[in-house]
């Protein structure tokens, strides 16, 4: 029965879930609201790319829709409502704390405004959609309450999230300068190092330590398995994404071939550990 008295069951779901999605969605987001080198990105970053980043993120917030949403989803056109209800929701909180942070104001060229927006929106509709995962209550009368109804995740879908937590956690520090700044301190020697230190804390942390969600490898399995199967194609997608992002938000525009290396290799560090992590919770 519910719990507030003239509303229906349906309706008090959908509030939950609205209300999860923005709280996700301020969470996941606030790190960047409040850092200036992304108020700086979304003054002047080049516009095409700026819109490539958005259209490249709705498939990606459609396919996360389809394995963890705010709401459970029955089709892709669900899937397809879900993931624009989270770019909306993403907006609205956007908006509202770059306002009152004082980023925008009335005096803020609509370009600008429009920019600092989308930029902060990607971030904010993962965390919306994420919700479902990190702050649903197993008491709750959603379908949390039901394991029966979580989707039992295939192997593309294992490595698809762990595309999601290294987008994350990676697109969190691609604009900041020590990125850069690091890659620019580091040797051959220390990128090597790196990468190593990568791939172990990235099976470390999953298969290993026994953090919880992590996974258990079985008795006669060898664990060179596990490490082909999961981490090392983890790593690549880690790397692969931020490269992307780096990319994407200008920040290895005019670097020489070993100057991008290098700057990738630093980025995929926190982009395997947030690959990683998404495998244990989410």
């Known amino acids: 029965m519910s719990s507030h008295p003239g509303l229906p069951t349906e309706t008090i779901q959908a509030l939950r879930g609205?209300?999860?999605?923005?709280?996700?969605?301020?969470?996941?987001?606030?790190?960047?609201?409040?850092?200036?080198?992304?108020w700086w990105l979304g003054l002047y970053m080049d516009r095409p790319r700026l819109l490539l980043?958005?259209?490249?993120?709705?498939?990606?917030?459609?396919?996360l829709s389809h394995h963890i949403g705010f709401e459970r989803t029955t089709c892709w056109r669900d899937d397809i409502v879900d993931a624009l209800t989270a770019?909306?929701?993403?907006?609205?909180?956007?908006?509202?704390?770059?306002?009152?942070?004082?980023?925008?104001?009335?005096?803020t060229p609509p370009q600008e405004a429009v920019g600092k927006?989308?930029?902060?929106?990607?971030p904010a509709a993962i965390g919306a959609l994420?919700?479902?995962?990190?702050?649903?209550?197993?008491?709750?009368?959603?379908?949390?309450e039901n394991p029966q109804s979580k989707r039992q995740e295939t192997y593309g879908g294992e490595l698809f999230l762990m595309g999601v937590g290294a987008l994350f956690l990676g697109f969190n520090l691609a604009p900041t300068d020590e990125m850069l700044l690091i890659s620019y301190q580091m040797s051959e020697v220390h990128a090597l190092v790196l990468v190593a230190c990568s791939l172990v804390l990235m099976h470390g942390f999953v298969f290993a330590v026994g953090f919880a969600g992590g996974s258990q490898i079985s008795a006669g399995e060898p664990w060179w398995s596990s490490f082909t199967r999961f981490t090392l194609p983890g790593y690549v997608i880690a790397l692969g994404i931020s490269l992307y992002t780096l990319w994407i938000l200008g920040r290895i525009d005019g670097l020489h071939l070993d100057s991008?290396?290098?700057?990738?290799?630093?980025?995929?560090?926190?982009s395997a550990i947030g690959a990683a992590a998404a495998r244990l919770i989410l």
Do not use: H, Y
């Open 130 to 144: 994420l919700a479902k995962s990190e702050f649903g209550s197993p008491s709750g009368t959603d379908d949390d």
């Open 87 to 107: 770019l909306g929701i993403a907006a609205i909180m956007c908006t509202s704390l770059l306002i009152l942070f004082g980023t925008i104001t009335n005096e």
């Open 53 to 63: 980043l958005f259209l490249t993120s709705l498939p990606l917030l459609v396919l």
């Open 117 to 122: 927006i989308v930029i902060q929106m990607i």
């Open 260 to 270: 991008l290396v290098m700057a990738t290799v630093v980025l995929g560090f926190p």
């Open 18 to 38: 609205f209300g999860r999605a923005a709280g996700g969605a301020l969470i996941f987001s606030l790190p960047m609201l409040m850092t200036m080198e992304m």
